[in-house]
């Protein structure tokens, strides 16, 4: 059994810091007084196991950790050189990266130069879209476990999408393709600041999945972005998922099987309407929906993987 690390790393996706605290090492999660972004140590609803220890940034000096996993830009960039000693940032390092290119799709240099810094893609579709020069780069997949167990029902003859902030982020995140959606069929939204756009609103993350359980089916109208974890929380859940044939959506999503991804929003609509029509139907794709799900993104490779990240960076 490798020795147990002290990781050093932020709060940026709560979901998947959950997610990635499965893995049996100690994580010391940054906060400050404020709970600024990336600050908000083991804040929030989520059920933190006892190896996520929250560290006070002013505390930080004197702090002894194995590994350092940077998850934002600005952690790179600014935390690293004003935060951390100059021996601190000699500590073996890891880079997450959540997110494909957002300027250039496959022109863009990600900005993490350094050939002793490992670069984690979530998805290989954001794997081959970065240019990483010479920088090492690997992939691990999402792994999900529900922090409270939900069951799919679809007794609600509606879609839900979970998109966070989605006025604000418009058409990169399928603004336009939900509201032309929703003109043809009963779909609800849920996230931050989805009241302005007639959504319901935040649900906590401890209840989202048996909320999202209830609706026939899950629409992903999202653009370009990664694979979002709400997709894969809701296949867990034995929801079928309806959504655009973009980044690595095709490769989750069988049409016919679990559900229906293409680039033709009017096709999407149909789809739902016969769902709509057809529970059995939309339960036999969820069906099948979980059961991929659970074998390729189950928490136990998750874990088995970051596991091999971390002894092959701190060896």
């Given at each position: ?6 990781i ?10 959950f ?25 929030g609803t989520?059920?933190w ?34 935060l ?21 799709p ?5 900005f ?6 490992l ?86 993350n ?18 370009w ?17 309806i959504?655009l ?30 769902l ?11 069906r ?10 189950g ?7 970051w ?9």
């Open positions: 059994m490798p020795r147990k690390l002290r050093l790393t932020w709060h940026v996706h709560g979901n998947y810091l997610n990635l605290t499965q893995v049996p090492h100690d994580f010391l999660v940054l906060a400050d007084e404020a709970r600024s972004p990336g600050y908000a140590g083991r804040s989520l059920p196991g006892d190896n996520v220890i929250e560290l006070p940034v002013s505390e930080l000096p004197d702090a002894e950790f194995d590994c350092v996993l940077y998850q934002s830009r600005a952690h790179w960039e600014h935390e690293r050189e004003h951390l000693s100059s021996a601190q940032q000699r500590i073996p390092s890891v880079y997450l990266e959540h997110d494909p290119p957002q300027e250039h496959v022109s863009t240099r990600h993490v130069d350094d050939r002793n810094t670069v984690v893609h979530v998805t290989p579709f954001n794997r081959l879209m970065w240019d990483m020069g010479d920088t090492p780069a690997t992939v691990v997949e999402h792994g999900v476990m529900l922090p409270r167990p939900a069951a799919y029902t679809g007794e609600l003859p509606r879609g839900i999408a979970i998109v966070n902030n989605l006025a604000r982020r418009g058409r990169r995140l399928g603004l336009d393709v939900y509201c032309r959606a929703r003109e043809q069929v009963p779909l609800d939204l849920v996230g931050m600041d989805s009241q302005r756009v007639g959504g319901l609103g935040e649900i906590e401890t209840g989202l999945a048996a909320f999202a359980a209830r609706y026939r089916f899950f629409f992903n109208p999202i653009r972005t990664s694979l979002g974890l709400a997709v894969v929380e809701a296949m867990m859940v034995g929801m079928p998922i959504g044939a973009t980044t690595e959506m095709v490769t989750v999503v069988q049409n016919g099987e679990s559900g229906y991804v293409d680039t033709r929003v009017d096709r999407l609509v149909a789809h739902m309407q016969r709509l029509e057809d529970p059995e139907d939309a339960r036999r794709l969820g099948n929906a979980r059961r991929y799900a659970e074998s390729r993104f928490i136990e490779r998750f874990v088995k993987d596991m091999q990240v971390f002894t092959a960076v701190t060896s």
